[in-house]
T-cell receptor, first 112, second 114 residues
Framework: DSGVTQTPKHLITATGQRVTLRCSPRSGDLSVYWYQQSLDQGLQFLIQYYNGEERAKGNILERFSAQQFPDLHSELNLSSLELGDSALYFC???????????FGPGTRLTVL | AQKVTQAQTEISVVEKEDVTLDCVYETRDTTYYLFWYKQPPSGELVFLIRRNSFDEQNEISGRYSWNFQKSTSSFNFTITASQVVDSAVYFCALLGAGSYQLTFGKGTKLSVIP
């Protein structure tokens, strides 16, 4: 158990809908990262937050947004969903002392 | 640009055999970090090891060992006396100094047959 929690574990929705994925980092970790894992693209970095502030952005679509709250949990919002958004979404966290990112169990999103 | 190549897409071995998973990376950074993660069938990503670019010492942890060779830009992972529980997809990843995003390889699916 990495100490990173993600909810929900599975999410099934329809095209055009909006969903919110939630992540709680390991105790004491200030950085939260979001990654998408799909069959064709592999594991891709989406975005990083550090202590509530956006720090880095990767291949994140404009339809996707994220935020990190004062209690350090983070949410990834996906809107106007398309079939191609079906993927496993991971959250990871790291401390300021190490660059090691510890991953949560992931949320499997299925868009029908 | 950074790149990680895991040329072996799938490997099958019989239990108790040794197996080496290859990882070759590309980066222009002089300081960087290399990682291996394991993704079992249940789907989570499990951290295995972190190595920084200044530490070329090989590491052994139980049945796992890692060989880092800067001269060939490789960071290979060997499992000795493989077990069925080792069956998983293994990812090699690179983090450049000052970067926040891991660059992953495509992964190698290891199947250990009883």
């Amino acid at each position: 158990d990495s100490g990173v929690t993600q909810t929900p574990k599975h999410l099934i929705t329809a095209t055009g809908q909006r969903v919110t994925l939630r992540c709680s980092p390991r105790s004491g970790d200030l950085s939260v990262y979001w990654y998408q894992q799909s069959l064709d693209q592999g594991l891709q970095f989406l975005i990083q937050y550090y202590n509530g502030e956006e720090r880095a952005k990767g291949n994140i679509l404009e339809r996707f947004s994220a935020q990190q709250f004062p209690d350090l949990h983070s949410e990834l919002n996906l809107s106007s969903l398309e079939l191609g958004d079906s993927a496993l979404y991971f959250c990871a966290s790291s401390s300021t002392l190490t660059d090691t990112q510890y991953f949560g169990p992931g949320t499997r999103l299925t868009v029908l | 640009a950074q790149k990680v190549t895991q040329a072996q897409t799938e490997i099958s071995v019989v239990e108790k055999e040794d197996v080496t998973l290859d990882c070759v990376y590309e980066t222009r950074d002089t300081t960087y970090y290399l990682f291996w993660y394991k993704q079992p069938p249940s789907g989570e990503l499990v951290f295995l090891i972190r190595r920084n670019s200044f530490d070329e010492q090989n590491e052994i942890s139980g049945r796992y060992s890692w060989n880092f060779q800067k001269s060939t830009s490789s960071f290979n992972f060997t499992i000795t006396a493989s077990q069925v529980v080792d069956s998983a997809v293994y990812f090699c990843a690179l983090l450049g100094a000052g970067s926040y995003q891991l660059t992953f390889g495509k992964g190698t699916k290891l199947s250990v047959i009883p």
